[in-house]
């Protein structure tokens, strides 16, 4: 579909020019191969895509379109993970390819597809950057982002990879504290490139996780007895972490890098879809637009935001304050310390889980199709 054929949803149109760049939660042959993908980075202004291993196993799993090449992967005797890689790959590049576009009509600031480094990896910090540099090389495009997990351990795989020129999407951030420690980690990996004489034109986002934050939280405050603060807590500590995004990137310590034109590392809202049914299913889209911040959201709260996302006339609603609903939830007892510790431990597991599934359905697949 060419351009001219769609209308610029309005919606997301105005999220868009407040500074939120709107990014799809999703990936899937089917999304790339029916044109739908290219339609929306037109009418939906949609100028980024995120993967996982829970995306890919959805994906793979029960659909046609991966058996023939799972077929021919089959056939060269690649086992069950370097099929999932072999499959994977090829989406993120056709992915890449279609928004080439946004990326190039943004100077490089947007038109990015995610690929995650395997789950599993998540503590051991050389095979992380391996794989970093091995998904980086054979996916060949400027326009990747590697995902590397906000984990103590990916600190410097993510300081690595960025003095190496690789894009980087940290992901699995719920505390700010950890975020900070991310965002020290990209300015160090840019400083040694500028020592270096390198280019600065190296791409990062933080990927801070939202609605995990409330289900949690929430089910703390039942047993508290303090119900009245359900739904606060995802949105303030997100803004929270914007507080301290500000401070970093615009304040001294990023000073000479942003002087030498160094980009910032944009916060991405993550796991922005609504759990709980009695919140707005654009609770989290509406809640935290802003200048230099992204929003991944899964392909319902993408819709729900064409439909009735809205921008506030009284400014960015990222930069509200959190001190108020913070100090309230600390007062009802709501250790956020103790909270992220347990997201961040749950939140590993629930990528390895899938990526177990993904790789046994690719096993039996294979033998069926084999």
Do not use: C
Request: hydrophobic share 40%.
């Amino acid at each position: 579909m060419s351009q001219t054929d769609t209308t610029v949803n309005a919606h997301l149109d105005a999220i868009t020019k407040a500074g939120t760049s709107v990014w799809l939660d999703q990936i899937s042959r089917g999304l790339i191969e029916t044109g739908e993908l290219e339609s929306m980075a037109h009418e939906y202004s949609l100028r980024g895509l995120t993967s996982n291993p829970a995306i890919f196993e959805k994906a793979i799993l029960g659909v046609e379109e991966y058996d023939e090449q799972l077929a021919e992967l089959a056939k060269e005797g690649k086992d069950a993970r370097e099929i999932y890689q072999g499959l994977a790959i090829k989406d993120v590049q056709d992915a890449a390819d279609i928004l080439r576009p946004v990326f190039d009509a943004s100077g490089g600031t947007d038109g990015f597809v995610s690929f995650e480094v395997d789950p599993d990896l998540a503590e051991d910090a050389d095979k992380t950057i391996a794989q970093a540099r091995e998904y980086w090389q054979r996916v060949d495009r400027p326009n990747l982002m590697i995902k590397i997990p906000g984990t103590p351990a990916g600190l410097g795989p993510i300081e690595t990879a960025i003095s190496e020129g690789i894009n980087v999407n940290v992901t699995l951030l719920f505390s700010v504290d950890a975020y900070a420690d991310v965002a020290e980690a990209y300015i160090k990996g840019l400083e040694k490139r500028h020592a270096a004489g390198e280019s600065l034109d190296v791409q990062s986002v933080a990927s801070f996780f939202v609605s995990r934050v409330d289900s949690e939280v929430d089910k703390r405050l039942e047993a508290l007895g303090h119900e009245a603060l359900a739904g606060k807590a995802g949105l303030a500590n997100a803004r929270a972490a914007y507080r301290r995004y500000k401070e970093i990137f615009h304040g001294e310590r990023f000073a000479e890098l942003k002087a030498a034109g160094a980009p910032v590392q944009r916060p991405l809202w993550a796991s922005t879809g609504t759990k709980n049914p009695a919140y707005s299913d654009v609770l989290y889209v509406d809640g935290l637009i802003g200048p230099e911040t992204v929003n991944t959201m899964p392909m319902a709260t993408l819709k729900a935001a064409a439909d009735h996302g809205s921008v506030s006339p009284d400014g960015p609603t990222v930069e509200l304050d959190p001190t108020h609903d913070l100090n309230a939830l600390a007062g009802a007892g709501i250790d956020m310390d103790d909270v992220t510790a347990k997201l961040l431990t749950d939140g590993i597991a629930a990528f390895v889980t899938p990526m177990e599934s993904l790789l046994e359905g690719i096993e039996k697949k294979r033998g069926e199709l084999a």
